[in-house]
Every structure is written in C-alpha cells, then in structure tokens.
C-alpha cells in the first residue's frame, strides 16, 4: 500500500527511550538533575517539588485542643477552609486529627455530633511526611485508611493535604507546619 512504517517507528522509539534511560543511569542522573531540566512542567515538579513548597502554616493550618467541643472544631474547619483541623495536646504537640468524613462517620455511628470534645471524635497518631521530602510522595495513594491525611514528622507542628492550587501541574497538596 505504501504507507509509512507503523512498527518499525514505534520500535525505533521504544529503543531509543531505552538507551536514553540506561545513559542517565550510567551518568547517575538524579530525580533532581531531571526536574532542573523541566522546571515548570508537571514532569519537573513532581520530581523536584517539595512538601515544603506546599504546606500551609502558622495561622493557615487549623488547629484545635484535644479538649475543645466538635463545635469549636467545626467552626475552625469552616474558618480555614480545609474540610479537616488538627488537634494538639497541651504542649501543641499533634495528637491527632478530625476530617469531614470523621464528622460524618461519627454523626451517623454515635449521634449528637456537638456535645462531644474533639478527642473522643479525631483519629488519633495521623500520618506524618518531613516537609523535605517529595510532595509526589506525600501525594501518592495513601493505601489503607481512606482519606486520612499526612502530617510532618513527629512532634512538630500539623498540616495537612490542602486543595487549593498553588501549582499549575497539580490541583491537590500537601501541607505541612514546618
């Protein structure tokens, strides 16, 4: 029919990609070497972009005692606009956090939603990411446990997964109070 080649192009391709792939291999090419060559792309970002560059702090992170009624909590949820707060012990250490699904959970499995303290309604010990690491990374699936959000390491201050968009690549982030 004389027609352009379809397979021997695509396998020209793929052989190409592979020899590309072994050579910044053999050179010890680094996630973050590539993403310096894309710097504004979606390809750059979630190699090089960090949780850091993502997280809300200070005034933006909601937060709550583990004493304070589920209104209170409502309340801070709605004041920063997040759909979740933290929840801190007395020293303002994370213990723990309450969700729009937890409000719901417990709404419906216990009733009375706003006469209980916010540490009878969090999920206590949240996951934890350092805010240097890869926000592709905090961004992943998080597997079990449904919607539950990350947080930084262990005794520091709490943030959360934030969707308002602060990059073009990506509509969802990660927060964090570092």
Do not use: F
């Amino acid at each position: 029919m004389n027609l352009a080649p379809t397979s021997s192009t695509t396998a020209a391709l793929a052989m190409g990609d592979a020899l590309a792939m072994a050579l910044l291999d053999l050179r010890g090419v680094r996630a973050e070497d590539y993403a310096a060559l894309h710097p504004r792309g979606s390809l750059g970002w979630k190699a090089l972009g960090k949780v850091r560059d993502l997280m809300r702090t200070g005034e933006a992170v909601p937060v709550v005692r583990e004493s304070a009624s589920m209104k209170e909590a409502i309340e801070e949820m709605s004041a920063k606009s997040l759909g979740m707060t933290t929840v801190v012990d007395g020293a303002g250490r994370l213990v723990g956090v309450i969700t729009d699904g937890d409000l719901r959970r417990h709404q419906l499995a216990h009733g009375d939603l706003l006469d209980r303290r916010a540490s009878e309604c969090m999920t206590a010990n949240p996951k934890r990411i350092g805010a240097n690491e890869l926000a592709a990374r905090a961004l992943a699936p998080h597997g079990r446990g449904g919607d539950q959000p990350r947080h930084r390491g262990r005794d520091g201050p709490p943030g959360r997964r934030d969707s308002h968009p602060r990059h073009p690549a990506r509509q969802d982030h990660l927060t964090d109070g570092q």
